[in-house]
Each structure stands twice: as C-alpha cells, then as structure tokens.
C-alpha cells in the first residue's frame, strides 16, 4: 500500500487497506459481518473478522454439547437402564478377560523365548511363574 499510494496520506492508505482486506474475505458471513463493522484501519479488521470467525466455530460446536435438564420419570428410567447395560457389559467384559488370561495358546507353532516351549509365549510361560 505504501508503494502503491506513496502520495495518499496515511489514513487513507489504511481505509484503502482496510476495504481490500474486506472485499478478499471468501467467507460471506464474515465479510458481510466485517463491512457492517466499518473499520478504519487494516488492524481493526482483522481482529474483527478473527474474533467473528472464532465466535462462529465455537457456537457451531456448542450446539452439540449443551444439555437439557429435564424433571420427568422418563430420563430417571433411561438412566436406571444406562446403569443397568453399563453394569452388564462391565460384567461381561471382566469374564471375558479372566477366560482369556486362564486359556493357553491353541497355536502349536508358537515357541515360547523363555523356555523354547513349543506352543506358548513367554507371557504364559510356566517357567517364569515357578520360578
């Protein structure tokens, strides 16, 4: 802007500044929201047209996020039915897990890096746990 308006005043170069920033916004809504606000200088738009952006992109998330807080039976019931398939599934997640610690391998091919056993792993090496 300085070299290409070296005769304009400083003020003008600004605005002149200002309203090419505006016009290279690609976001409609934004540029829109920015020209409303009638900056002065390049500065100002920007930190405008930052803090319009950032505004917008938390207002879409939290959208999503709030909560509504509601005094009726029904949310009390599909809690109550939360808990109870949370408590199932816990439950059956930990059988599952002590199934699996308490049965050995079933690949033959597997050798074993401790005790060169065929058919475990080291993980499950009886030489380890008796010793």
Not at 48 to 68: L, Q
Request: aromatic residues 8%; proline residues 2%; charged residues 30%.
């Amino acid at each position: 802007m300085s070299l290409a308006y070296a005769e304009c005043p400083l003020d003008v170069r600004e605005s002149l500044a200002s309203q090419y920033f505006v016009d290279a916004i690609r976001d409609e809504d934004t540029q829109h929201s920015t020209r409303l606000m009638d900056a002065k200088d390049l500065k100002s738009s920007l930190a405008y047209s930052m803090k319009y952006e950032a505004a917008r992109t938390v207002s879409k998330t939290s959208r999503h996020v709030r909560s509504r807080e509601t005094e009726d039976h029904t949310s009390r019931e599909r809690d109550d039915k939360f808990e109870f398939f949370f408590n199932r599934l816990e439950k059956l997640l930990n059988s599952s897990v002590s199934v699996r610690k308490n049965t050995p391998r079933q690949n033959p091919n597997v050798t074993c890096w401790k005790c060169s056993k065929k058919g475990q792993v080291q993980r499950e090496c009886q030489a380890i746990t008796s010793n």
